[in-house]
Each structure stands twice: as structure tokens, then as C-alpha cells.
């Protein structure tokens, strides 16, 4: 017999009623857990803004443990209003996982993926009319903190100046910018690892998206590590961003890597 109960205590800063964990009757024996996360994200999810992830742990999970976690996340998506996804996630090779979540209605059609181009660049984009490029290393303090408060205000994060000073604090860091008269049209965050280079962040301001903006930077990001010897660029995207697949994939780059599936299932308003 498998007992299902929330835990005694919030985990990871979620609400209890967002735990769940399958306990042995017999035995006392905890045989899995999970945790349910939500992210109401608009401007980062326009198509499903609501998303919805369950965090697991443990090597076989009892459906019943995956039922009662599922239901829960479906009653958020019910009392949101929103159009949802539900996901979990798993390595590439965890095709187990994808099996128990199947018959919950689950498909394998979502994941991270390791984008590559190699080096030297031969595209040719045009900078866009009314733009400026800005090179920087986000290191003046007024920057900083209107850098901080847009990353936070994308991803829904409450990140602080100690946690920037570790994301810049890498090999050749660097922050290419487009700039107009009514402000940053876009920005690019771009290191080196090793022999290659990433780009490790690329945003356009809702104004300035379809004029180029975004493909021009990228370009420029890759002409800038090139000048360090590198061999190549590597990006991490999720392939539910169809329209940033389609803009690396005209910048010349190609699918290296997938580093995690994104099994989910879509969840419309009623």
C-alpha cells in the first residue's frame, strides 16, 4: 500500500499544498518525492504564460505520487485562468521518466538545446536604422542596476547585486548594446569557456523586435569572439522559442546538443 501526503514543511520556498511525497505503508520507506513550481511569465512564455514544473526525486516514482501531483498542477492552471503548460523535466537518456508520465497525457516535444556555430562568421547583417552599438562590461553602478532590475523583471527572478557580480565574472565578459533615442533597443551578454565562445543573453525591446536588431547583435557577438581565437559560439535555448530558433538558425547556427527533455503537456483555459 503507497501513502500519498504533502510534506510537514514548505520545500524550496513552495507552498506545502505544492508538495507531495509517496511513503511505503508497510514499511515507512519514502519512495519519491516532487515539488510543484510556477512561473506567470507573459513576456517570456507570450503563447503560454503560465508554466508550471514538477521537480521529482527518486528512481521509480509510484503513480499514484505522479496522479496526485499532476492534479494539483491542473487545479492551478484551472484557478490561473491562463493559457498553461505543465512539464517536468529529465536528462535526454531518462526515457523512463518519459514513460511514466505518458499515460497522464505527457508528450516528449520540449526541451534544452545547445545551439553551435562555428568560427569565423560569414553573415552579413545591416545595423538598423536609428541604432548605436555600446560595448560594455557592466561594471559602471547605475548600469548595473538597470541591467538587474530587467533581468529580474524577465525572469521573474529577485536576484542581487552579489549574484551579478558572479554571473560577470567570467573569461572576456562582455555586453554589446543597441541603442536608440528612445533607449536600449537590445543587449547581448557574451564570454569565453575554454575554446569557445557563448552567448549567454539576448534580449530586444518589445519596439525594436522584427528590425534586425537581434540578428545584428548576435552577429556582432560572434565577430567579437572570433577577434579571441575561438573556434566557435555555443548558445542554450528551449525549444519552445520557435522565433529564436529561427533567428539562430539564419545567424548560421545548428542544433549540437539536446541537454535536457521538457516532457509536458498543454493546458488551455475552460
Known amino acids: 500500500m503507497i501513502m500519498i501526503r504533502h510534506e510537514r514543511a514548505p520545500v524550496d520556498g513552495q507552498p506545502i499544498e505544492n508538495t507531495f511525497c509517496a511513503i511505503d505503508g508497510t514499511s515507512g520507506m519514502v519512495l519519491g518525492s516532487s515539488v510543484i513550481y510556477t512561473d506567470l511569465n507573459p513576456m517570456l512564455y507570450p503563447a503560454r504564460p503560465l508554466q508550471v514544473r514538477i521537480q521529482n526525486e527518486g528512481s521509480e516514482l509510484p503513480d499514484k505520487l505522479i496522479g496526485a501531483t499532476i492534479a494539483r498542477a491542473r487545479q492551478i492552471c484551472s484557478e490561473a485562468g491562463e493559457y498553461a503548460r505543465i512539464f517536468t523535466r529529465c536528462a535526454p537518456d531518462d526515457y523512463l521518466t518519459i514513460k511514466l ?4 497525457g505527457f508528450e516528449d516535444n520540449d526541451g534544452l538545446i545547445c545551439m553551435r556555430r562555428q568560427l569565423p562568421s560569414e553573415t552579413n547583417v545591416k ?4 541604432c548605436a552599438v555600446v560595448y560594455d562590461d557592466l561594471k559602471d553602478s547605475i548600469e548595473r542596476k538597470y541591467f538587474l532590475d530587467r533581468y529580474n523583471q524577465l525572469f521573474n527572478t529577485e536576484h542581487d547585486m552579489n549574484w551579478l557580480d558572479q554571473f ?6 562582455m555586453r ?10 537590445g543587449e547581448i551578454l557574451i564570454w569565453r569557456e575554454e575554446n569557445k565562445g557563448v552567448i549567454g543573453y539576448v534580449q530586444t525591446s518589445k519596439r525594436w523586435r522584427r528590425f534586425g536588431v537581434a540578428a545584428y547583435m548576435v552577429q556582432l557577438a560572434c565577430e567579437a569572439l572570433e577577434q579571441l581565437g575561438l573556434q566557435y559560439v555555443e548558445t542554450n535555448i528551449r525549444a519552445r522559442y520557435p522565433h529564436v530558433l529561427k533567428l539562430l538558425t539564419k545567424s548560421g547556427f545548428e542544433q549540437a546538443e539536446l541537454l535536457m527533455r521538457y516532457p509536458g503537456v498543454d493546458i488551455n483555459p475552460e
Do not use: C, M, Y
Not at 127 to 130: M, R
Not at 168 to 173: A, E, K, L, P, Y
Not at 176 to 185: F, M, Q, Y
Open 127 to 130: 545595423l538598423p536604422s536609428g
Open 101 to 104: 508520465f505518458e499515460p497522464f
Open 176 to 185: 554589446i548594446l543597441t541603442v536608440a533615442a528612445t533607449g536600449i533597443a
Open 168 to 173: 560577470i565574472d567570467r573569461d572576456q565578459f
